[in-house]
């Protein structure tokens, strides 16, 4: 029998030449002759959210814009655009070789990442560094409009499920600010398309919360934003831990849970048979002396059943087998030992009628915690909010020239014109020419050929964030 090992394939390395769509590699031949600079920029041209968190740039320069070309990988590349039909400007790329010592000669500036505004700003701004090579600026399109988008929606999304979520625990807690950050958890990483779309999204989510199972986004916090822990997770059972005990032994299964973590906040899935039963009788009954004994809190998870209904019923019923408290906003708060989490069927939209349904029941926001998986990392695209990188300005036998589309169809596809700037005047953002800033531009270059301008730390882009709940 054939086996293979690693070396049997040809494990190719991926760079700025081959992160293109197949099209861009006829660009450089297609811009008006004297054209020697081409400006373009990134935008959220909308979508379900009025404001757009910016993240995930530095990501995605530090992974492919620090580490130069060489001669091997054009050479490469033109073999394999050669031969896949579309035309190739080697002698382009032999530039950024021998006159760039490898690195992309492109500038690229940006608002702070974490930065809160409105869509419809500029928000990124991409211009080549050679005259000779005009193209490069929209080279770069596929890979930074890819890494930009992905990542700022996830960190939208997390960030509008945390705006109605604080607003329930201001109105049901009496310590919201202390609750906050771990009420929705990341278990997204085995429903993303890949581990980087994982570790991307993640991250994104991480900007506003605290939970997470997603293993890749602690790792690229670490590597990409200098934090040493961005987030964090708790021993748990999963139903093959529980249903490998068989239906008889489910009580054992629990039981043995309990024992091997004495101490400490764990959760257990608990709908394996029957989650109400489960509720009353085991936790409620047989096991309730170990729960209440422990130094520590057991977090109930349901997982099937109507995710904006079952977890407030399973509250319910542990109320009235483990009591509750009434607090000073009036809301039914079961004792420390004992919590739930709903991590099945989560999204922007059952979040929001959960909470509602827990607060029409008198039942504080206190008693539950939240997880999104697929609804979290997988269910956004670039049209979720309108994520686009457009040039708007080329410079052509030295004189700048505005670039900008119309298009008559689709009004909200008009594009922007000119060198741009990013001003904030008495807390409200605007996309103007850069000509007419006043000095007020808040896009900071990043990136210059090959060398990283600017290093935000994870922590820095999390108080940037925060600044509006």
Known sequence: MTTYTLKD????????????????????FQYPDGSTNVSSYIESR????????FFGLQA?????LLKPITKAEVDFAADVFEAHGTPFDKAGWMIVVDDWDGFLPIEIEAVPEGTVMPTRNAQVQIINLDDRLP????????????????????ATLSRAAKQHIYKALKLTSDDPDGQIDFKLHDFGARGATSSESAMLGGMGHLVNFKGTDTVEAVIGARMFYGEHMAGFSIPATEHSTITSWGRSGEVDAYRNFLLKNPTGLIACVSDSYDMMYCAEHIWGGTLKEMVESRDGTLVVRPDSGDPMVVPLDVIEVLMTKFGYTVNSKGFKVLPDCIRVLQGDGMNIDSIQVLLTNAIKRGISIDNFAMGMGGGLLQKVDRDTMKYAMKASAIKIDGIWNDVFKDPITDKDKRSKKGRLSVIKT???YATVRKESDGGRNIMRPVLNAGKLLVFDNFDIIRERAAKNK
């Open 9 to 28: 394939f040809p494990l190719i390395e991926l760079n700025p030449i081959l992160t293109v769509d197949s099209y861009k590699t006829s660009h450089p």
């Open 46 to 53: 909308g979508g379900p959210f009025n404001e757009a968190v």
């Open 60 to 64: 995605f320069i530090i992974k492919y």
């Open 135 to 154: 193209w490069m600026t929209s080279a770069v399109e596929t890979a930074a409009l890819r890494a930009v988008w992905y990542a700022s929606t996830v």
């Open 426 to 428: 008495n807390g409200n």
